[in-house]
């Protein structure tokens, strides 16, 4: 079985996230265009988005403001500071696969194989700032249900469909596909469950209208059988009251299509939410429906469908992530002409996200003040993490 181990790597592999820049970064630029690091331009990208610079203008003023204080912090030298009109050129030209595959040595949580097996979330992020004349740029993140860290993440240009391979690529390489894994209804096939049933994991993934005559086997299962086993909760937050009812039906009962015959369907999670709202005195209903190949034991499912409703619950970790990135870092309002230039400006602002989560922040708006606040901490911060 496969567990994530939340020390990336040892102290004698990785000193600095710099020093990977540095040592093991490639640059494929002209030998007439290496004017400026590009150890100086990340690391000033991550460190102005800390301090909630979002737009380029303004990472770009801050590089050049604090164009000494970068060069000593990253020991680089910056002979001119690098131009506005050159600065999304020179992202646009960064090697996105290296870049990435260097923020997973330094910081990603690593997937093992031994101990239990653990939850997480993949889901993707699209980058609207990108021109509409071009491709659509979007991220594919895994991030694990209990400290929502990011695990793994990749790239997709193109419509919501080519996001399909690309997150069984992802499964596949960061052998994600062992572990146990919460997805959209969008990913809800047969050829993404029969990957993962097959590789001995578990999935757990919304079906909706996107697979319409299984929904309505669900739905009439529902209605014609008894639960195995039902999980309730209860909370009060942000002005409402809601009661979660996840009830849990084995799906043997189904006359399944044989093309999901490799995907090892086998329970049937029905969600039910009642949702009143204090203010407005409105309450609102909503029932889902989720499958899983987690078997259901009739003698003891309690435990199963407590596992499959938090699971439920913390898929929407991935869209807590989106949330921050949207809403505290503002990424649909940053314009980019190029679609690399956009996925990696999206990797590095992602990279940020993670540095303060490092820090197990209770506020995302505050940490970044504190860093903008206080320089010292900022640095010490950075260097804590490992960063430089």
Same mark, same amino acid.
């Given at each position: ?30 030998? /007439?265009?290496?004017?400026?690091? #590009? ?7 991550? +460190?102005?988005? !800390? $301090?909630? &610079? ?29 131009? /506005?009109?050159?600065?999304?050129? #020179? ?7 290296? +870049?990435?595959? !260097? $923020?997973? &040595? ?44 990011? +695990? ?105 299509d044989p093309r999901w015959k490799d995907s090892g369907l086998s329970a049937l999670i029905v969600v039910e939410r009642e949702t009143f709202e204090v203010a407005k005195q409105k309450t ?105």
């Amino acid at each position: 079985m496969a567990t994530l181990n939340n020390a990336p790597y040892s102290d004698e592999q990785i000193t600095s996230f710099v020093d990977l820049l540095n040592n093991d970064l490639p640059d494929h630029r002209d030998n /007439r265009g290496k004017i400026h690091s #590009l150890t100086f331009v990340i690391a000033g990208f991550v +460190l102005a988005t !800390l $301090i909630g &610079r979002q737009k380029l203008s303004s990472i770009h003023r801050f590089m050049v403001g604090r164009a000494d204080w970068l060069g000593k912090l990253t020991q680089t030298d910056a002979p001119k500071p690098i131009s /506005r009109a050159h600065l999304p050129r #020179l992202l646009d030209g960064l090697d996105w696969i290296a +870049l990435n595959g !260097l $923020i997973e &040595r330094c910081f990603c949580v690593r997937v093992q194989c031994d101990g239990e097996k653990q939850w997480a979330a993949v889901d993707g992020k699209a980058l609207r700032g990108t021109l509409d004349a071009g491709e659509k740029q979007n991220l594919i993140l895994a991030v694990a249900h209990d400290a929502r860290e990011v +695990l793994a993440q990749a790239r997709q240009c193109g419509d919501k469909s080519s996001e399909i391979p690309e997150v069984r690529t992802l499964l596949k390489d960061s052998g994600l596909e062992k572990q146990k894994v919460s997805l959209d209804a969008h990913h809800f096939n047969p050829i993404t469950t029969a990957q993962i049933h097959q590789a001995g994991g578990i999935y757990l993934t919304q079906a909706k209208e996107n697979q319409p005559v299984f929904l309505q086997q669900c739905q009439a299962l529902r209605s014609k059988s008894q639960a195995l086993a039902e999980e309730v909760e209860h909370e009060k937050a942000h002005g409402r009251v809601t009661t979660r009812r996840a009830q849990m039906f084995p799906l043997a009962p189904v006359t399944l299509d044989p093309r999901w015959k490799d995907s090892g369907l086998s329970a049937l999670i029905v969600v039910e939410r009642e949702t009143f709202e204090v203010a407005k005195q409105k309450t609102t209903f909503e029932t889902s429906y989720y499958v899983s190949n987690m078997v259901p034991v009739p003698s003891d499912a309690k435990p199963v469908v407590k596992e499959l409703a938090q699971a439920i619950r913390r898929h929407w970790g991935v869209e807590s992530n989106n949330w921050i990135r949207d809403v505290t870092f503002g990424e649909d309002s940053v314009k980019t002409k190029a679609g690399n230039q956009a996925q990696v400006m999206g990797l590095l602002r992602g990279l940020a996200i993670e540095l303060i989560r490092k820090t197990s922040p209770k506020n995302f708006k505050a940490a970044i003040e504190k860093c903008t606040d206080t320089p010292g901490y900022l640095e010490s911060m950075l260097l804590r993490v490992k960063f430089l």
